[in-house]
């Protein structure tokens, strides 16, 4: 299984961004999927998440301006940003927890996206 994102970029303050990530290979299950960011010289933090049935939360800092949804037949989870600030520079970590796969529909496993640059900058 792997996970693949894609979306960063560069965008100016108040601008908007959508990033994707899918996975790939004999899936047959996944609960949570999540984004996640690190900022250069901070540590990662969660940005937002969203379960198999499509409960959804979100860090203080981002609630209202960014949204997070995901499509269980594509694998795919996606982080739509508005209203970008500065502060919202960092790479962009997408992960899929306790993934199961159709050879093993009862052993899960967590896995990483590579990561995806997101700047905000005028």
């Known amino acids: 299984v792997q996970l693949q994102a894609s979306g960063g970029g560069l965008v100016q303050p108040g601008g908007s961004l959508r990033l994707s990530c899918a996975a790939s290979?004999?899936?047959?299950?996944?609960?949570?999927m999540g984004w996640y960011r690190r900022a250069p010289g901070k540590s990662r933090e969660l940005v937002a998440v969203?379960?198999?049935?499509?409960?959804?939360d979100y860090a203080d800092s981002v609630k209202g301006r960014f949204t997070i949804s995901r499509d269980n037949a594509k694998n795919t989870v996606y982080l739509q940003m508005n209203s970008l600030k500065p502060e919202d520079t960092a790479v962009y970590y997408c992960?899929?927890?306790?993934?199961?796969?159709?050879?093993?529909?009862?052993?899960?496993?967590?896995?990483w996206g590579q990561g995806t640059q997101v700047t905000v900058s005028s």
């Open positions: 969203i379960n198999s049935d499509g409960n959804t």
């Open positions: 992960n899929a927890q306790f993934v199961t796969t159709r050879d093993r529909p009862i052993f899960g496993e967590d896995y």
């Open positions: 290979g004999n899936v047959f299950s996944i609960n949570d």
